[in-house]
Structures are given as C-alpha cells and as structure tokens.
C-alpha cells in the first residue's frame, strides 16, 4: 500500500487529521489496532474547548455535536462547604467549553471517514515506523481485520504517530535524540457513568480533606462523577453504594443550602491513573508524532483531547501550507509550535491537579496552601480569569 500521510491509531488526533487532509485533496491511510465497536465505546474525555469545537464544526463534523452538545459557561469550585463560581464568558470575552463526549467525537468522525475519506483500516496494528529519516518512510502493520491475517508495509511520504500512549510511532525515534519530561502522582481517579440527571448543571471540582471528586456529565440523562482515589486502587473493590456515601461526602455544601447528589444506577465504572508525561521533539525526520502519542496531562484541566486537536490542526495547516507553496517551514517548526502550547497545558492541568488532590503525604501546611490558592480564584479577578482564559483554551498554533 501507498499513500501520501500514513496515520497510526483512530482516536480523536488520528481521525480528525485524516478528515482535514481530505478536506483539502490530500490522501491518507488510518491504521487503528482495535475494532470500532472498541474504539467507540472507549470512555475518556468530555470536555471540547472552544476552538476544538470551531474546528470539529469546520471539518464537516459539528452537526451532531451542535445538536447534542452541552454549551458550560463555567465551573463550581466547591471547598469547605464554600461555592464559587468561575464565569467563563464574563472572564474571557465570551469563551466557553462543550460538554460532549469523547466518545460521540469519535463516532462522528468515523462515520464521515468511512462515507468520505480515504482507507481507514480497523484491527490493523502498527509494529513499527521504519526509515523516519528517509523520504520514504513505512508503516509495517498486520492486518487481522483482514480476510487473511498477514503482515504488510504502508509506503508514506510522511507518517503521523496518533497511537496514543502506549503506541509504537515513538519508539521510531531514536534515544539519542530523545528527551522525556515525566511526573506520576500517588493517587488515580475512579471514574464512574450513571444513568442519572446531573446533579448540577455545571462540573463541581471540590477539595475535600478526604480527597478530590468531580461531577460532571455526559449528557442531560447521564451524569459522570470521579473519585481521588489511591493510584493501584481496584474499582471493583467499590460498592456502587460506597461510592455515592464518599461522593455524598466530598461534596458537602454549607448547612441551609438545598443542593443535593442525585443517586442513580451505576452502568461503568474504572480507575484511570494520573500522568504527566512530555516527549520532545514531536518530529524526528518525516515522522511526526501527535496527541497523546507525545504528551499525557492529568485530566483535572480537560486537556488532553483538546491538546490532541492542536496538534493535528498544526501538522495539518503545515502540510497544507507545504503542499500548495513547497515552503517547509510550518513543517519545520511543527514540534517547536506544539511544545509551546502542550507545555502551558501541562502548567495549568499540573495546577489544577496539585490545588485539588490531596496527597497521601499531604502536611496541614500543604492543606493551608490549597485552601490560600482556592481563596485567591475566589477572591481575586486576575487569578480567576487565569483560570478561565486557561479552562476554555489556548490559541491553536
Ligand atoms: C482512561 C482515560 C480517561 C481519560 N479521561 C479524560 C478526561 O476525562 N478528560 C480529558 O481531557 N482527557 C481524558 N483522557 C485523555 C484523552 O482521552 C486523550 O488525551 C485523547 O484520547 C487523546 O487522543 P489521541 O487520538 O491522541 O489518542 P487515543 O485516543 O489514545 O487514540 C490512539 C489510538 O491509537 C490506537 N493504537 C494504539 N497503538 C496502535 C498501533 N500499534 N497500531 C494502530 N493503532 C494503534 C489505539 O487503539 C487508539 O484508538 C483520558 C484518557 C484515558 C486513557
């Protein structure tokens, strides 16, 4: 097989940038491990900033998520049984976050590939890039979706490593020139998905002595809500009654207010561990890598699919840029243009987490600093609309 932009993995990076490059007559091939039945049914991210919709809308891809999608206007910060509200517009000039979930992102994104893109192969696992240095890079990938399972070589004129994580595009980069900037955190989150009404109709982040919660939602029928808990925790060591007790807990309000956790039944539940994780660079010779390929934040800010929209967007205008005009220089900035936005992603998402989780270790010193950083969003209007400018989204490239 040959083509122009060889893509490994169809999550949100791999598939939004296989969109953008048919939008402008370029041809790709997506090659995705899992089947999509998986890919689609995978539950993480939920939170779209507002470029990631403008972006999502401008590909062909907003219909949907127009239709469906829950437009925030801002957060509850909840701690000590105080409430305080973070007004996104008021504070931005307008901006705003999107409640729509990863996984609806990726349905609409693989359905307009398989009605209008190029070739998106499921069950097709990448096992290594070779020759990132050369102009003729390759993909060597076995096809077990295939009617006969057997190894095959994707020719590119430039792969796009969107496989996540635990992908293979990033081991094509030598060590030599690898830098890796990582931190773990001694707690996870236990993640559940109800079918209840939300109990609040913005997401509640609160501080508690007993650890961090969240509540958020998927939908207007469907609530989402996490737990602090230890990093190697078992979520199946949590009755579904325990865990609504500790969210009962955690998101305590002051005597006399009449807000109350709604309790529904429990349809998913999970840990998810806590990383913050940067590889530089992004580009080693035609081999660009994207999305959480090269980066993982903690997910207290919201940030990591949108940051895997950046990226893509990024390569996507480069590519463009270089194809209608033969200038190079986007492309060659690619890594340089990504690291300056993922890395402000990493301060804020390493904030928001630090301010809110409670260590294992933690000192009351540590517990009076949370509180004093609490106090100051609450009480001072640069500090919160740092907040606010940071939540809905930096500029895009
Ligand atoms: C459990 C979990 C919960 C999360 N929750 C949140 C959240 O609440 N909020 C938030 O903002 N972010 C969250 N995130 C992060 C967010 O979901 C990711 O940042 C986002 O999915 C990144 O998109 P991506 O396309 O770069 O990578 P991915 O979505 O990981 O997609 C990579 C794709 O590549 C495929 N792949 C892997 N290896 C290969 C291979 N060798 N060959 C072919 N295909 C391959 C994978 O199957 C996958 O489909 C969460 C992440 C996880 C893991």
Redesign the pocket.
Known sequence: MRTTVGI????????LLARLLHNAGIDSVV????DRA??ER??????LEQGTVDVLRSAGAGERLDREGLRHDGIELRYDRRRHRVDFPGLTGGRSVTVYA?TEVVKDLVALQLAKGGPLLFE????AVEGAESDRPRVR?VHRGAAETEESVLECDYVVG???????SRDAVPAAVSQVFERTYPYGWL?ILADVPPSHDELVYARHDRGFSLL?MRSPTVSRLYLQVPAEEDAADWSDEAIWDELDRRLETAPGDDWALHRGPITAK?V?PMRSYVHEPMRHGNLFL????AH??P?T????????VGDVVTFARAFVHFRRTGDTSLLDTYSETCLHRVWQAERFSYAMTTMLHRAPDATPFDDRIQRARLDRIATSRAAETDLAECYTGFPFG
Not at 8 to 15: Q, T, V, W
Not at 42 to 47: L, V
Not at 301 to 308: F, S
């Open positions: 490994i993995g169809a999550g949100p990076a791999g598939l090659l995705e491990s899992r998986y890919v995978r539950q993480r991210a939920g939170i990863q097709a696992e990448a096992l990938f969107c496989d996540g994580f635990w992908g293979v993640g958020s999970s998810t994207a999305g959480d390929a993982i934040v997910p800010g919201a940030k990591g699919l949108n940051l895997a």
